[in-house]
């Protein structure tokens, strides 16, 4: 059935508006647009209200902030970095602290590229001296071409890796640097992957592309510039004070760097910065998600988080989760939030008291289980659970209810390459739903109660269960039809029992007379709605 309550989503500062209208138009929250409220207020008459807050930069999750939110479940940073929000302050409190690391993917490689192309061809002086200054002078103006040239890459991730693959396309060889990664994720694409940062140094040009944290703040000081080769090109599009400025600046005035590309400087705004008074910086004001594109992402996914976690459905990108992201593969992650949706979902399925879950991983995924079990727990337990549970206390709450969580760890894989099975036993019986991820990241349910089926995991989900006999499909067709309920997908599976399950995505919620209608079919044997 349709959840009829309110949550209360603040936005504590400006996104774009299709986030907004993300957030106006899903009937069960209630948003508060605070953006130009002044701090004090925010924090101390309107925070109290909410039960996920959306931030950027301008807002500090601080001692303020939390003290005041006391309803607070999540908090989503819509952006990347998170220097501003006190994760483990927020931790302590039981709040779930999100971001949106992919959404300004695109506009941070292509900002790293332009810098990169402007600091070789020294673009932006050139243009200077003849739109400005209007001289002609082209013999001025002799850059380097970037083919055959050594670009070292600090950092493989989203980003990183990205710029290595449109640097490779100029015919630069890359030389990776990135001690979290598997190699292979470098080898693969015919790079060099290094654990010695002396050949990151070695390089014509080097890019930056690491989280700000107390292991890379100033990891690249004054010893690693004197080690640099001379006329070296050094570019940092990531985060400010991962370069020591002090030794860049030193570095730039004695020629030893020939030029730096800088969008990002370790206190902004940088109106006054000394590496302005140099002739060999091209510098941007902190551009790196400055596009159309990346606002529009940012903003759309950030209230789509804000949404889910609202809901207690998923807490997409969480940041103090109870396994360290650092350690773990990358596929790994997207099956722990698929786990967590395929809790939810089997919840909404049965509504009653949960007895036990039992979450079996096949293949490379069943080295992870136990903190899968978390995951899933969270999902299955958040419609009961009302607003108190994450993954903090999952566990505690579980033994304190009586429910019993159970991992199963099996190494082979029969079809899929990995594969989780989750088996959730309540008052009024038993669901049992497995789902894998295919190269194309979707999520997909492959079995459901003995079904073999394939269906994307997201949105509103009709499970209908009936006798296998002609005309089915018509008459469930017909009956949302007259409803006004539009059919996205129609997935059908049968059993040797003379059974027939059909899962149907669908595009707006689900009222109860329509599902009233479909169970009264002479053919349902049971009928199951849910959204995810």
Known sequence: MSNNKKYTVVVCDHIHKAGLKMLEDDENINFIMAADEPKDK??????????????????DVD??????????????????????????????????????????????????????????????????????????KREKWY?????????????????????????????????????????????????????????????????????KNAETIGMINDAEFAKMKDGVVVINCARGGLY????????????????????????EPATDHPLLDLDNVTVSPHLGANTFESQYNIGTQAANNAIEAAKGIAYPHAMNLPIDESTIPSFVKPFLEMGQKI?????????????????????EIAEYVESLSTFVAVGAMSQNSGDTINYVNAEFVAK??????????????????????????????????????????????????G???????????????????????????????????????????RN??????????VDNAVCEKSLTELAALEACLAVNYARV
Not at 143 to 163: A, D, H, P, T
Not at 343 to 363: A, D, R
């Open 42 to 59: 925010l924090k101390t008459e309107i925070l109290p209200k909410a039960d996920v807050a959306i931030t950027r930069s301008s807002t």
């Open 63 to 136: 001692d303020l902030f939390l003290a005041n939110a006391t309803n607070l479940k999540a908090v989503v940073r819509a952006g990347v970095g998170v220097d501003n929000v006190d994760i483990p302050g927020c931790s302590k409190q039981g709040i779930i602290v999100m971001n949106v690391p992919t959404a300004n993917t695109i506009a941070a490689v292509e900002l790293t590229m332009t810098h990169m192309l402007s600091c070789m061809r020294m673009f932006p002086y050139s243009h200077d001296h003849l739109k400005n200054q209007r001289v002609w």
């Open 143 to 211: 850059g380097y071409e970037m083919k055959g040239k050594k670009l070292g890459v600090i950092g493989f991730g989203n980003i990183g890796s990205r710029v290595a693959k449109r640097a490779a396309a100029f015919e630069m060889d890359i030389v990776a640097f990135d001690p979290y990664i598997n190699p292979s994720k470098v080898t693969d694409l015919d790079m060099t992957y290094t654990k010695n940062f002396e050949d990151i140094l070695s390089c014509d040009i080097i890019t930056i592309h690491t989280p």
């Open 244 to 267: 020591d400025e002090d030794a860049l600046l030193k570095y730039l005035q004695n020629g030893k760097i020939r030029f730096a590309g800088i969008d990002v400087f370790n206190k």
């Open 343 to 363: 809790g939810f979902l089997e919840s909404q399925m049965s509504k009653s008291q949960i007895i036990s879950i039992k979450v079996t991983g096949h293949g």
């Open 400 to 449: 304190e209810k009586g429910i019993k969580i159970e991992s199963e760890a099996c190494v082979d894989s029969s079809v899929y390459k990995n594969l989780i099975t989750i088996k959730l036993t309540t008052s009024e019986g038993t669901t049992t739903i497995s789902g894998t991820i295919f190269d194309d990241n979707v999520q997909r349910l492959v079995n459901i109660d």
């Open 451 to 493: 079904f073999a089926i394939d269906v994307a995991l997201k949105g509103d989900m009709i499970m209908f269960k009936n006798s296998d006999v002609p005309g089915v499909i018509g008459s469930v067709g017909t009956v949302l039809a007259n409803n006004s309920v539009n059919i996205a997908d129609f997935s059908l599976a």
């Open 496 to 505: 040797d029992k003379g059974e027939a399950l059909a899962v149907i995505l």
